[in-house]
Each structure stands twice: as structure tokens, then as C-alpha cells.
């Protein structure tokens, strides 16, 4: 089978980043593309600055905060905690997106069970 | 929630410091690249390599700063601001139609506001007292005649004593006195002081309650002063206080007369309490012998509504307690006489009591919910009246817009949406819209300011101290929406048009000349501004002409020599039969008598004088030309004894005198034409046997004589009315026949217009008009006249002392006003047609150069070539001024500009038209003048 990649669909990079933060703590813009791309495996599209555009309104509505440290490689960074309100945020969306995408499994097996 | 804000808040901050996080952001992506490249480094690249792919992997470095920037401040308000910039800057550039856009736009906006200001007035206002939002009026309403409605004392006293969700509940009525300043006696005499008219209110004591204003000296009234028999008493205002009795602080306890009766002085009030509408002095309210108060706005019921009562709980509290059965409230014969003097029955009333916010009792007999919406229907028409300026300057906009096609063909290929470039239009439109709201503004505030200084001073009463006189945060606001719809239709339609199916073909075009057409809808708008403009023109001079020529031809007489004022009698004479304004019909009876035998003394008193060469009384002592009644129709016929259908007449169809002849009337006396030096013609004057009221006799001017009879004889003719301007026409046969007697020569000031005067004998018509005509100093005579009227009887009244020319004077001055406005407007309207057709040409030869270079290339001459181009442009103009002319003509004929206040100013069509033609060749000069300029090789080379 070839291996084909997909574009993220909209409105799940937020999630994705949230997610991202969540598990691995402080972490620079790099380092959440980095790691997406590895869980994606190569299968996902990701456009690095689009990252940037998803941290900037993730921080609007201080859903992360930021602040300047050095990097691995001592190099000066911004690095991205999720807040409170971030982790509040996501455990909704999470619970969301596990509801449609079981709406939408169920809906590409119909044959199944009957 | 706070999402949201969170985002609002950190945008704000972000817009007003941008530098910093541009910074923060490049900071990032250059540590992103660094880290990114480091690793590709790392899995063997080369650093050339490593810094591509990365680059590549992160995007496009100016999109996401562009992005970024978006994302972080308001990008809307940049672009916005930016459009204002560039709004302005085109304003600039094209300041000829910045100047006509923005006087149509201005005017229409003015006249906007001003209608909205007046509503605001009107039914906008609470009061500004204590807690004024819960102050109401009651009153009796009559459902089936649709207005308001005496409320019966049984009443009045049931809802005071009853009513529990209102407090305070109290009534007033407004009187007019001659107040004579007493000398401290209990009696004084009435050569005391010169008797002047004034408004006094009668009120009840709970008024100053509900006012919760306490009295600076004294006290207020108090229920006792009520009291059948109890010692008239009167409290005053502040300012009566300081110019009458020079601020003495020990002004209670003396006296003052009001009419004929001694009021003792018991309380001044602070400044600036004018409670209950304008007032200054305050009486108690006593029921008439009726038993009745008399009918708003004359008497008002006012309440407080209870502390957590609403409208609409006062009025089913009301509702519930009903009015007493209106048989059981006999109608007195005071009342009665009124009704049958305004030709109303009293039968088949529905009455019902209602409540409303207590401003609202002075706008008219006016259903609160059928005003709201005639409120806001008439708003919309207003704005309605942007449409035809705005429409004008759309084709302005869309002829400019089509020439900057190239502009926008630009930008959209360098990434702007339509909406970015429709916004942009539309934006320089609201830059211009906004700047006329302003100005608009600024012209209302000053008229107000005017109205205030003028209007304010010149009424005797005052206006009702609720009306602010300053500009309303709503009118400012209402000028906004204006503003914001002028900009739609001005510039988004154009803009919409323009930018759409073309915008693609416009960009094919991209560096040679459009293809674009001005389409049919845009030249059909020029044709029907042009017809417009011209058909409105005549009839603009006419209507003009009409208000200025007094001012400037002058009354035609000498006026200056003419004293006049108002004769009235006070309410304490009268026995209750003469109804205000109408004419007696029996001059028998006591009210009538006594104010003719005083009204013949008056005279008599006053020919003794010195300086006084003449006296009359009439209903319009001055005949001033812009005040009397004026009949729509007369029928005439020679015999009465023939009947109608016997009607001939010379010189008119039918024997009638169409609405084209309207006609005026006057009310005069035996020595009305001596006094004014108006000469006989023919026929006789009034002689005394005229003035019985059973006779016919009448006298007519020159101008209906001829109206009327063309150069046969008017003498022994008989004339009737068929109705005055504004009432019912009177059934045939109640219509009475009238004698020509006798034929006046025209009153200088008003030639064009047929009069017929009317004998009136002494008592008659009350309130009556005086002449005098006096030898010199006009002053002097009008105090002797006050004291002789004073001392003749304390409750004769004069108002409005003044001489003629004082009065015409003060006409002049809101007709320099109208006539002014009228100029603006028409100059707008011209202009507007004008630079319509100058764009439609403008554009035209902008299309045609190459063609006009090709062809004179090939020899053709310039100037027939030009024709050529602007045949189809000029016979558009021809088209539409021949149906301004025609919509003149028909104007002319069926509504001429006499009936609304015009003059008769021959040639005016043919002026009009041939200005007109001026106006479009000055128009089409610079477009042409262009067009000759063409220089063939270079549009050549440019193809």
C-alpha cells in the first residue's frame, strides 16, 4: 500500500499542540513541530510556521504562556507552557474529538455487526 | 467567557506596541532555522543544504510575519486607517466633486437631522425635575372623535381621591392676564402701572409637590388657597421677582392685579422653576362654574406615578376605575356654545381616561403608538432624501472608479480581495460623508442656538422648559447612521459595480486604456438629474422671488407710520359666548356687546389723541400678505335670483376662480381704507347699514375684479365661497351669496393677489387686530395706547404692540432664512447636474483618444470630430432638459408656485432653459477642451 500524507484537518492543530505541551512540558516552537511530525510519522503534512500562527492564538487566550530560556543547544528560545485554562480546554476538546471521530467510525462501517 | 477577552485584550496590546512583538517573532524563527538547521547538520547535510530545507519546511518568511501580524493585533483598523488616508488624499485630488458630493451630501444630512431634532423635541423630552421620567398627564379622551376631551371636576376629584398608583396628582391651566403691579394696597388703582399681558398659571397646590422644588421666599400654594372665597393669592417667579419688583426681599405680602382681581403675593419661587410648561406666576385652580376643567392643553390633569407603579399600571388602575357615565355630567352652556362655535355636536362620545408620559399631553391629540410609527416612517423618508444626492455622486464615483480601474487591476494581482477594494471605496466615501454629517451638524447647532436666542425671547410664554436647545447625543448619532448610509449608496454601489464582472477584464487591460462602458442605468441617472434640476428651477426663482421681494421692493408703504396690536378681553368679562377667533353670530350678547362698546370707546379715545391720524379695527390690521385666510374657490354669478345654474362668468370657466386664483380675506371696518389710503375705484365703501350682520355687502380689489370679471362690471355681482383653505366645503345651500359693492385699488404688497374684504362691526371678532396710523414716534403713541386700554378696562388686553414695519421686518428675516436655503439647495442640485454631465463627457473622450488620435491621424478635423464624440452625450442633455421644461410647464399649471408662496415671474421656463444650456456647455468645455489636446501620435504609439 502506498503511503500517502495528509494535511492536518482544520481546527485539530490547536488540539494537537495542546496535546503536545501537555505531555512533554516546556517545550519550544522547534520542538512541538519536531514531535508532531514524529507522531505523525511522517504521515502528516505539517507546515512548520503554521505552528507559530497556532501558539500565537493559543497565547491570546492564555490557553499557553511563554517565556525565554536556552535550548539543548544553548541557544536562546521561546519555550510554551499549557496553563490551567489550557488543560481545561483540552480534556474538552479531547472528550469532542473522541465523540465525532467514533460518530464518524461507525459511520464508514455500517456493514459491520448486521 | 473571558476567552474572548483574553483575545480582545492581548490584540489591543499587541496593536499598541507592534515593534515589539515583530521583534519577538523574528527572534523565534530565526532560533526555529538555527535549532532546524543545527540537526539537518547533524544527519549529514551540507550547511548549504541544511539551511534550504529548513527554510523550506518552516514556509514562506514574509507570509508568516504578514500572518503573524494579523493573528496578533487589528489588522482591521491598520487597513482601515489606511483607507482613510487614502480617502483623504482622494478627496483632495478630485476637490470639485469632494465640494458638490459634499454640499448635497450636507444638505440632505441637515435636513435630516433637523427633522430628527424636532421629534426629539417633541416627544423625546423628560422633564429635567426630580425623578421627571415618572411625572404623566391623564386625560379624558374621546375614542370616536380621535382627541382629547374636557375632564369633568367629578372626575378629576374621584382620580385624586381614588387613584392609589399615582401620587401628587394635580391640574393646571394656562390664562392670559393683564397684570397691573399694585402699589401696595389692597386696592390699587389702574393707573398704577401699565397693564401687560401675561401667562399665569392656575394650578393646583399638589404641582409644587410634584415639582419637589421648594420656594425660595415664602410659601407655595396650599390646598386652603383652593377654597371657594378664600383670598386670591399668587406666587411668582424668579425672574418677575428681579425685573418687577427689583428683587425686593420683601415682595410678600404686597400686591399685584391680574385682571381685575388684587392677588397678594405670597411666595417666590427659585430661578429657572417655569413648572408646569413656561410659567411665572402660579394662582390656584378653581373650577369654572361648569364644574368642568377646561380641555388640555388648556387645563392638564398631572401625576406622579407611585414609587414601583408603570404606565401601563397607572392606566389599567384607570381603566378599571372608568370615568363617571358622561349623562350624569351636565354640559354646560359654556361648553356647549364652544362645540357649536366649532361646529361639533355633542353627541355619540366613547370617553376613556388615559395615561401618558406627562410631555407627550402637549404634542397634539396624537395615539402614542401611531406617533412612534409616523416617527420612524418619517426618519425613513428623510433618509430616503440621501437617495438623490447620493445617486449623483455614485455616478461621480463609478466614472472615476472606471478611470482607476488600472489602479485596482493592480492591487487585485498583487493579493487584495474585492472586499479589500470595495471596502476602500467605500471608505473615501465615508471620509466624505462623514466631514457633510459635521458640517451638517455645526450648521444645526448654530440654528438651534439662533432658534433659542430668537424664538425663545419673541413667544410670550416661552417655550416648555423641557426642550433642551442643545444638540442630543441621539441627533449626533441619527447624523452618524446618515452618514454611514450616504457612504453605502454613494460609494458602495459604485464600488460594487465596478469591481465585479470587469474586474477580471480590467486586469487583461492592465497597462492599456479600459474597454470599460459608463452603462445605460448611469446615463439614464444623468438624464433624469438633468430633467430634474430644470424642472425644479423655475419653480425654485418663482418660490424665492416670492419670499424675498418684500424685503427688497419693501412693504410699498409707509409703514413705519402704522402702529398695530391685538385687542383681547380677559376671561373674567366674558359670560361664556364668543368662541376665540370666530366671528359672533349674534352681536346681541353681553360679551360681544361690552367688548364692542370698549372696542368703540377705544377708537373714540384714541382718535383724541394728538398723534394718532387714523384707527381701525380689522382681523388683519396690517393686511399682511403672508397671514390671512384664503379661500380656494369662488363661484360668482350676476343675478342670485337665477340660481347657479345661471354661473357665467368672463375670464373664467365656469364662473369659478379655480385654485389658480386664490383668494384672500380681511375682516375690516368702516375707516379700514381710509386709514390705509386705499383708494375706490368704483362702487361705494361700507356704509353703516353694511356692518348689520343680516347684509351682504363686500369689497373687493382690483385683481379679483379682474380675476373675476375680466374688464366687464364686478359692481352688483355676487360671489360665495366654496371653502377656506383647510376646512370641509360648506354645503350649497349653506353657502351665503355676497354683494360686490365696491372695488379697492391692490394694497402695494400684495398685487397679485384677488381680496375680498369682509365688514365686521365692533365686537364681532374677538381677539380683534388695531390700526393706528400715527403723525410721528410710533413709541409714544403705543404707551398712551396701553394706558388708555388699560384704563378703559382692566381686562382689556393688548398684544403684540408693534409697528407695521417692525412686523415686516421680523417676516423678513425668516424669509431671508427660507429663500436662502432654497438658493443652497437649488445651487446643489445644478451643480450636481452639471458635474454629472461633466463626467459623463469627461469619460467619454478619456474612452475615445485613441479613436479621436486615429482619426484626426487621418485628417479629420478636431472640432467636428469632437462634435461627433459628444453628439450622443448632448442630445442625452437635450433629451433630458426638454422633459425638465415639460415637467416645468406642467408644474406651472397645475401647481403654480403662487399657491405655495411663489410670485408669478414671467419667462422664467425659457430663462431656466436657456441657463441650463449655459450650465451643460460650461460642463462639457474642459472634457472638449481635452478631447482638442489629443495628440494623435502619441495615442498612436500608445495603441
Request: hydrophobic share 45%.
Amino acid at each position: 500500500m502506498a503511503e500517502t500524507r495528509s494535511p492536518i484537518l482544520q481546527g485539530t492543530l490547536d488540539l494537537m499542540v495542546l496535546k503536545t505541551l501537555e505531555q512533554l512540558g516546556s517545550l519550544h516552537g522547534y520542538g512541538i513541530a519536531r514531535r508532531i511530525e514524529q507522531v505523525g510519522q511522517g504521515a502528516l503534512v505539517v507546515n512548520q510556521g503554521t505552528i507559530y500562527l497556532c501558539l500565537v492564538r493559543l497565547v491570546q487566550k492564555k490557553w499557553v504562556s511563554t517565556k525565554w530560556g536556552l535550548s539543548d543547544n544553548n541557544r536562546k528560545a521561546k519555550f510554551y507552557t499549557v496553563t490551567k485554562a489550557g488543560r481545561a480546554q483540552l480534556k474538552a476538546e479531547t472528550e469532542n474529538w473522541e465523540r465525532i471521530a467514533g460518530v464518524i467510525v461507525r459511520v464508514l462501517q455500517p456493514a459491520e455487526g448486521s | 467567557m473571558p476567552t474572548f477577552l483574553h483575545v480582545c485584550v492581548a490584540r489591543i496590546r499587541a496593536f499598541l506596541r507592534p515593534g515589539d512583538l515583530d521583534r519577538e517573532f523574528e527572534q523565534e524563527l530565526a532560533s526555529h532555522l538555527a535549532m532546524a538547521e543545527a540537526e539537518k547538520i547533524r544527519q549529514g547535510m551540507t550547511p548549504k543544504q541544511a539551511r534550504r530545507a529548513a527554510r523550506v519546511e518552516l514556509g514562506g518568511l514574509t507570509q508568516l510575519r504578514e500572518a503573524s501580524r494579523e493573528a496578533w493585533g487589528l489588522p482591521w483598523l491598520d487597513s482601515f486607517w489606511l483607507d482613510i488616508k487614502l480617502g483623504l488624499r482622494m478627496l483632495r485630488k478630485s476637490w470639485g466633486m469632494t465640494l458638490i458630493g459634499g454640499l448635497a451630501m450636507t444638505i440632505a444630512i441637515f435636513i435630516g437631522v433637523v427633522v430628527f431634532t424636532f421629534f426629539d423635541f417633541a416627544y423625546g423630552g423628560t422633564l429635567p425635575l426630580d425623578d421627571g421620567d415618572r411625572v404623566i398627564a391623564i386625560q379624558t379622551w374621546d375614542d370616536k372623535a380621535r382627541r382629547r376631551h374636557q375632564t369633568s371636576l367629578p372626575d378629576f376629584e374621584r382620580w385624586r381621591d381614588a387613584l392609589r398608583s399615582v401620587e401628587d396628582l394635580g391640574a393646571f391651566q394656562t390664562i392670559e392676564h393683564n397684570l397691573i403691579i399694585g402699589g401696595g394696597s389692597s386696592e390699587p388703582e389702574p393707573e398704577a402701572g401699565l397693564a401687560e399681558p401675561v401667562i399665569v398659571a392656575e394650578m393646583t397646590a399638589s404641582g409644587f409637590e410634584l415639582a419637589r422644588v421648594p420656594p425660595l421666599l415664602g410659601r407655595t400654594l396650599v390646598e386652603d388657597d383652593e377654597r371657594a372665597g378664600a383670598v386670591p393669592v399668587v406666587v411668582i417667579g424668579y425672574n418677575e421677582w428681579q425685573s418687577r419688583f427689583l428683587g425686593d426681599p420683601a415682595v410678600v405680602g404686597r400686591t399685584i392685579r391680574l385682571g381685575d382681581t388684587v392677588h397678594i403675593v405670597v411666595g417666590v419661587m427659585p430661578e429657572g422653576f417655569v413648572f408646569p410648561v413656561s410659567h411665572r406666576f402660579w394662582t390656584p385652580l378653581r373650577a369654572d362654574q361648569s364644574g368642568h376643567l377646561p380641555p388640555a392643553p388648556e387645563a392638564s390633569v398631572f401625576a406622579r406615578l407611585a414609587p414601583g407603579v408603570t404606565l401601563e399600571g397607572a392606566q389599567a388602575e384607570l381603566t378599571t376605575l372608568g370615568l363617571l357615565p358622561a349623562a350624569s355630567l351636565q354640559a354646560s352652556r359654556f361648553q356647549a356654545s364652544i362645540l357649536q362655535a366649532a361646529g361639533l355636536q355633542e353627541s355619540g362620545k366613547e370617553l376613556e381616561a388615559r395615561v401618558m408620559p406627562y410631555t407627550f399631553a402637549f404634542t397634539g391629540d396624537a395615539d402614542r403608538g401611531q406617533v412612534r410609527w409616523v416617527i420612524r416612517l418619517v426618519l425613513v423618508l428623510v433618509t430616503l432624501l440621501l437617495i438623490p444626492p447620493c445617486a449623483n455622486i455614485a455616478i461621480l464615483v463609478y466614472a472615476r472608479t472606471i478611470t482607476r480601474q488600472e489602479e485596482f487591476a493592480a492591487r487585485y494581482a498583487l493579493g487584495a480581495g474585492r472586499g479589500r477594494i470595495v471596502g476602500q471605496l467605500f471608505v473615501e466615501m465615508l471620509v466624505l460623508a462623514a466631514a457633510a454629517a459635521g458640517v451638517a451638524l455645526l450648521v444645526v447647532n448654530l440654528s438651534l442656538r439662533w432658534a433659542e436666542a430668537n424664538l425663545v425671547s419673541e413667544s410670550l410664554g416661552g417655550l416648555p422648559f423641557w426642550i433642551d436647545f442643545s444638540l442630543s447625543f441621539r441627533s449626533v448619532l441619527f447624523a452618524a447612521g446618515m452618514a454611514v448610509v450616504a457612504a453605502m449608496i454613494a460609494g458602495l454601489v459604485p464600488a460594487l459595480k465596478a469591481t465585479g464582472r470587469q474586474m477580471r477584464s480590467g486586469l487583461h487591460t492592465l497597462g492599456s486604456r479600459t474597454s470599460m462602458q459608463l452603462g445605460g442605468t448611469w446615463t439614464a441617472l444623468v438624464v433624469a438629474q438633468v430633467a430634474l434640476s430644470l424642472a425644479a428651477l423655475p419653480a425654485a426663482v418663482e418660490i424665492g422671488w416670492g419670499t424675498i421681494r418684500h424685503g427688497i421692493l419693501g412693504p410699498g408703504f409707509a409703514a413705519e407710520e402704522y402702529l398695530t396690536a391685538e385687542l383681547a378681553m380677559g376671561r373674567e368679562a366674558r359670560s361664556g359666548s364668543v368662541a376665540e377667533g370666530a366671528v359672533a353670530e349674534d352681536g346681541a350678547r353681553p360679551f360681544a356687546r361690552r367688548f364692542g362698546a370698549l372696542q368703540g370707546e377705544l377708537v373714540r379715545r384714541l382718535l383724541a389723541e394728538p398723534g394718532v391720524l387714523g384707527v381701525t379695527v380689522a382681523a388683519l390690521p396690517g393686511d399682511e400678505p403672508w397671514k390671512s385666510v384664503e379661500i380656494e374657490s369662488i363661484e360668482s354669478i350676476s343675478r342670485p335670483q337665477e340660481g347657479p345654474q345661471q354661473v357665467t362668468g368672463q375670464g373664467l370657466e365656469g364662473g369659478i376662480l379655480g385654485a389658480r386664483s386664490l383668494v384672500r380675506v380681511n375682516h375690516v371696518d368702516e375707516a379700514f381704507f381710509d386709514v390705509f389710503d386705499v383708494p375706490l375705484l368704483t362702487g361705494r365703501g361700507f356704509d353703516t347699514g353694511d356692518f348689520d350682520p343680516e347684509r351682504t355687502a363686500v369689497i373687493v380689489n382690483r385683481t379679483f375684479a379682474e380675476q373675476l370679471v375680466g374688464d366687464g362690471n364686478p359692481l352688483g355681482r355676487r360671489v360665495r365661497y366654496f371653502r377656506r383653505q383647510g376646512e370641509e366645503a360648506a354645503a350649497t345651500d349653506e353657502r351665503t351669496w355676497y354683494e360686490i359693492v365696491g372695488v379697492v385699488a391692490d394694497r402695494p404688497a400684495h398685487v397679485d393677489r384677488g381680496t375680498i374684504y369682509f365688514p365686521v362691526a365692533a365686537g364681532q371678532l374677538h381677539p380683534t387686530g388695531l390700526a393706528l396710523r400715527v403723525r410721528s414716534d410710533p413709541a409714544s403713541v403705543s404707551d398712551r395706547l396701553r394706558e388708555i386700554t388699560t384704563s378703559l378696562d382692566p381686562n382689556l388686553r393688548l398684544d403684540k404692540v408693534l409697528t407695521l414695519d417692525e412686523i415686516y421686518r421680523e417676516k423678513q428675516v425668516g424669509n431671508n432664512i427660507g429663500a436662502s436655503s432654497l438658493a443652497v439647495i437649488t445651487l446643489s442640485v445644478l451643480l450636481l447636474s452639471a458635474a454629472g454631465l461633466y463626467s459623463l463627457l469627461s469619460f467619454t473622450v478619456n474612452q475615445r483618444r485613441r479613436e479621436i488620435g486615429i482619426r484626426s491621424a487621418l485628417g479629420a478635423q478636431p472640432r467636428r470630430l469632437l462634435a461627433s464624440i459628444f453628439r450622443r452625450a448632448l442630445s442625452q442633455f437635450a433629451v433630458g432638459a426638454l422633459l425638465g421644461v415639460l415637467v416645468a410647464l406642467a408644474l406651472d399649471y397645475y401647481l403654480p408656485a403662487e399657491t405655495v408662496g411663489g410670485w408669478n415671474v414671467p419667462g422664467v421656463i425659457p430663462a431656466a432653459a436657456a441657463f441650463m444650456i449655459v450650465i451643460g456647455l460650461l460642463a462639457a468645455a474642459g472634457p472638449a477642451r481635452r478631447g482638442l489636446r489629443v495628440e494623435p501620435i502619441e495615442e498612436l504609439r500608445n495603441s
